[in-house]
Structure formats: structure tokens, C-alpha cells
């Protein structure tokens, strides 16, 4: 990608006044701060914007596009100055890992999704360029997590909005820092609103064997006699998850795995086709990212859905996950990379993105 700027972020003064950065006939980036204490830029282009937090964790805090909020609703009405996963749980889009991430199991000792989901960043950049696609603006910055005798790594996520779209990329690079190989894991936790009437399409096929719903539930979860019928009837017709029906509860949370086929460039897509003809997307390349899980949660506090989470491991925790051989081992000096692209579609991108979709389900 061809940078044409670059503003250092490190040094700005965030307050409570928004204040303007840069702005140019794509784009707008202006800085702020949370009553919390929390550092965020506001994104914008033609046809929306994102909150980022360039400083914890790199979390999208919120994104709105085509008139439209894209983010779950939770209680969480402004992001806090914790570390603490459950007590800031409300983003868009979070990084999760890297040494560890999911829930963790009996004998794991990793927080809840890692140490990166509301990690400190610093070498943080706004980046304005050029690309096959465009023009861009771009967020990045790097986290560095240490502990002696057992990991040294660093991570850079790249996320990049092109002009008039809400089709945004994420690229991320997981750098081993040590001399001996590491152990790596990653998630994507991408957060949409569920809209009613919606229904997904994916390239997963209608075969009971391509879904691996969870059917466990976490112990901080006392689930009702009709959540637990509503478990058992997706486990044995699992594509009846895909219709987004108004007043049907999944509380706590349905989760399930998906075998995704590609297409011919190596991406598998999901999308949440809206009943006005937009669209949320999310797109991964399976050769990175082979696992992840489809999230839902509909309840009177929170009503999220996690189109597809991209992940090199289920979300059982470290333990379950590296006796299933899914941990991905990075050599010394190396990194792991892995891209992904999600966002709202407008009304011709959803279209399109449905019929590629479609041929992509035939093809098989």
C-alpha cells in the first residue's frame, strides 16, 4: 500500500473537547476522550464512521454506516479504563489472544479471551494512502506482552477504510520476539446488531456436519428449560439459526463452529442480508483462520451477533484447544499474519456479495 501520510498519535493531547486532526475530501479524523479516561478517534468518510481506541486495545468501539449503528447493544455506554474483559464489553470489534483466548477451562489460567483485548498500545499511527482498492485512511500501533522464562510478542493490527464504503480490512501480524518457538491463538470478536426479519447467508453448506454447536454452557450461565429445547432443535437442523426471527430469545448465548468453503481467491463470507436490501459482512481466508465460531445472544440487556468470529481455535480455552491441535506455533523472529474484512454493504454490494455467495454454495 502506497502511505502518502503519516501522523503520530502518541503525543497528541486527547480531551473531552473533540478536537479535528486531519481531514481531507475522503476522509475526517478528530480525537477525544471519554469521561473514563479513554483515548478515541473518530473516523469518518462519506458514508459513515468508526470510534476507534488507538490506545486500549485498538477496539472499533462503535461503527455507523448507511445510517445505521452496526454495533451489539450491551450496557456498556462508553468504553472504562479496565482491563477487566466482562466489565468492558461493549465494542465492535475486539482483538482476542494471543498466547491464549476463549473461555477458559478447568486448568486454564489465561483472563477470558487472552491479554489483547484491552491491551496498551503505543507506536500508534494514522496512515492516509492509496491502494488497488483506493483511497484510504488506516489505523495501527503495536502491544508488547512479556512474561519471563515463557512469552515475548508483539502485535500489529493494521485497520484500514477505504473511501465511500463501509467495507472496512483488518490485517494483524503476531511477531514471535523470542528465540525459541511460541505458541500463538487468535480471535476476531466482531460484534453486530441482529435486526429482525434479517436472515444470514454464508458459504457454509446445509449439512448437518459443517456445524458444531455448542451445546455446554459456560457455568456463569443458569439457562432456562426452553433455552436448552431451542439448543437441541438448532443441533439437529443447525441452518434454522440463520433466519432472525423478531421476539425469539437466545439467552444466554448460542454458539456454534462452521466448515466454510472458499472461493476460487481462498475467502469465505457471511453475510446478514437486511429485509431493505443492505447488508453486515464479514470475509476470512479459512487458510488463515480455520476456525471461529457464529455467536448470538438476544436478551433484554444484550442482543449481539457475532456473524463469524475468524479464529485459528474453537474458543474452549487453551487447554481444550491445544489437545485438539489447534495452536498455531510460530517459529523464532517469524509472525503470524491473517487478513479479514468486514462492515456494512450497501444495498448493490449486498446484492453482489449474495450472488457470489450463492455461486459459491453451487459450486461444490
Known sequence: MAIRMAVKLDGV????????????????????????????????????????????????????????????????????????????YGAFFLHCGVTAMGNPGPGDTHPLHGEVPHAPYHAVQLLFGEDETGAYI??????????????????????????????????????????TPMEVMYLAHINFRPVDGATIFDTVPDDVKAFRVRTTIPPI?????????????????????????????????????????????GWAHSIQMLPDGTADLVSHRPSELPRGVRWMCRTPDQDALGLFLPATA???????????????????????????????LSRDEAAAMAQHIGKVRAAA
Open 13 to 88: 493531547n486527547f480531551t473531552a473537547a473533540e478536537t479535528t486532526l486531519v481531514e481531507t475530501p475522503d476522509f475526517a479524523a478528530s480525537a477525544f476522550r471519554y469521561a473514563s479516561g479513554v483515548a478515541a478517534l473518530r473516523i469518518r468518510n462519506s458514508v459513515g464512521e468508526i470510534i476507534v481506541l488507538p490506545f486500549h486495545g485498538q477496539q472499533i468501539w462503535d461503527a455507523r454506516f448507511h445510517g445505521r449503528r452496526l454495533t451489539m447493544r450491551t450496557m456498556f455506554d462508553d468504553p472504562a479504563a479496565t482491563t477487566n474483559y466482562l466489565q468492558n
Open 138 to 179: 488506516a489505523l495501527t500501533g503495536k502491544t508488547r506482552y512479556t512474561l519471563a522464562f515463557a512469552q515475548n510478542v508483539e502485535t500489529q493490527p493494521v485497520l484500514k477504510l477505504h473511501a465511500g464504503t463501509g467495507r472496512m480490512t483488518m490485517d494483524v501480524a503476531i511477531h514471535n520476539l523470542k528465540a
Open 221 to 265: 450461565f443458569k439457562p432456562s428449560e426452553a433455552f436448552k429445547a431451542m439448543i437441541a432443535e438448532v443441533a439437529a437442523k443447525p441452518w434454522l439459526h440463520r433466519d432472525i426471527v423478531p421476539g425469539r430469545a437466545i439467552d444466554p448465548e448460542l454458539v456454534m463452529g462452521l466448515d466454510f468453503r472458499s472461493d476460487a481467491d
Open 314 to 344: 474453537d474458543a474452549d480455552g487453551y487447554t481444550a484447544e491445544k489437545a485438539k491441535g489447534n495452536l498455531v506455533i510460530v517459529p523464532p523472529g517469524e509472525a503470524f499474519r491473517c487478513s479479514m474484512a468486514f462492515g456494512a
